[in-house]
């Protein structure tokens, strides 16, 4: 069975300081890990996402994430926090090794604040 | 369309009624899938389709959940006699192809609330 854990269901930063949200995640088989936003009164929208290859992934909006399997993580980075960055994100990984896309397993989301 | 969209966006129904959830994909997107938000939970999965066929309805929580996709564009999420627990968000998505090459691109969502 695979799960995900998201340290921290708030977090708050101020303008420009570091971003830092915290995602493990438990699967018995490679797996495939993505970051989704959501804005308020809006879709969940895809950051960025780990399938295989370059361990170091960059999405949108100046955010990145590293997988590291020694350390079961997927932590999603970005260097300088802006207003406009706060939002819920999600951690997800998928639930069938080389499968659809469809069956994430989502973690229970971290809440952004951004402080002027 | 442009994006995914979703109807109605709010429901409030009585407990016992029947409520039908509509989901208009992307244009052309093969794949369909449904997912359910509670408050302070991430989002999860109920099923998907890949044009008209479902390919996976192991997570619908019960027999009253149920999901169609008869010409392999619109899709309708149907509860029936729901409950106080049904109440939740839910969420559509679609992608172009199925795949984890593929980004799958989400709904507003619909707030369904059962009194």
């Known amino acids: 069975a695979q799960s995900v854990t998201q340290l921290g269901s708030h977090v708050s930063v101020s303008e420009g300081a570091l971003v830092l949200l915290r995602c493990n995640y438990s699967s018995s088989v490679p797996p495939y890990l993505f970051w989704y936003v959501q804005y308020p009164n809006q879709g969940l929208q895809l950051l960025l996402k780990?399938?295989?290859?370059?361990?170091l992934v960059k999405g949108i909006n100046g955010f990145e994430a590293e997988f590291k399997k020694s350390e079961t993580s997927f932590h999603l980075t970005k260097p300088s926090a802006h207003m406009s960055d706060a939002a819920e994100y999600f951690c997800?990984?998928?639930?069938?090794?080389?499968?659809?896309?469809?069956?994430?397993?989502f973690g229970k989301g971290t809440k952004l604040s951004v402080k002027p | 369309g442009a994006g995914v969209s979703q109807s109605p966006r709010y429901k409030v129904t009585k407990r016992g009624q029947d409520v039908a959830l509509r989901c208009d994909p992307i244009?052309?997107?093969?794949?369909l899938y449904w997912y359910r938000q509670a408050l302070g939970q991430g989002p999860e999965f109920l099923t998907y389709?890949?044009?008209?066929?479902?390919?996976?309805k192991s997570g619908l929580p019960n027999d009253r959940f149920s999901a169609e996709r008869p010409e392999g564009s619109i899709s309708t999420l149907t509860i029936q006699r729901t409950e106080q627990r049904d109440s939740a968000m839910y969420r559509c998505?679609?992608?172009?192809?199925?795949?984890?090459?593929?980004?799958?691109?989400f709904g507003e969502g619909s707030w369904l609330t059962v009194v």
């Open positions: 998505a679609s992608s172009q192809l199925t795949g984890v090459g593929n980004t799958i691109y």
């Open positions: 780990y399938t295989t290859g370059a361990t």
């Open positions: 244009s052309g997107h093969v794949s």
């Open positions: 389709f890949n044009y008209e066929a479902q390919q996976d």
């Open positions: 997800a990984v998928s639930a069938n090794y080389g499968g659809s896309q469809g069956n994430l397993i």
